[in-house]
């Protein structure tokens, strides 16, 4: 069993910047691929950022170039550096794990959610 925690989010202009960090806890993340995903309210969850375990990357329609997604095995955390932000970005930020699963598959262990909101 995965348990995943979000954290970093919070209130920020539009054009500033977020780091989220996903905690692991119960297992090491090393064999997992991790992913970000994003709800904004009344849309559908959105695939924001996956990072597998070899440190391939793979990223939401037009979030290349603005966020970056990474990965520190030795602190068993995921990262989420998001940059230029948009009031578009604003939704709740959740991170995923799968042995399995990077862009595309369903992930077995989700965390909590974390709030981002980018005024404009």
């Known amino acids: 069993q995965v348990q995943l925690v979000e954290s ?18 119960g297992r090491t993340l090393v064999g997992y691929n991790m992913g970000w995903f994003r709800q904004a309210p009344g849309k559908e969850r959105e695939f924001v950022a996956a990072i597998t375990t070899g440190g391939s990357t793979y990223y939401g329609n037009s979030l290349k170039g603005r966020f970056i997604i990474s990965r520190d095995n030795a602190k068993n955390t995921m990262y989420l550096q998001m940059n230029s932000l948009k009031p578009d970005d604003t939704a709740v930020y959740y991170c995923a794990a799968d042995r399995i ?17 980018v005024s404009s």
Do not use: H, I, P
């Open 8 to 25: 970093g989010g919070g209130l920020v202009q539009a054009g500033g910047s977020l780091r989220l960090s996903c905690a692991a806890s």
């Open 101 to 117: 699963a990077t862009r595309f598959g369903s992930y077995a262990y989700w965390g909590q959610g974390t709030q981002v909101t």
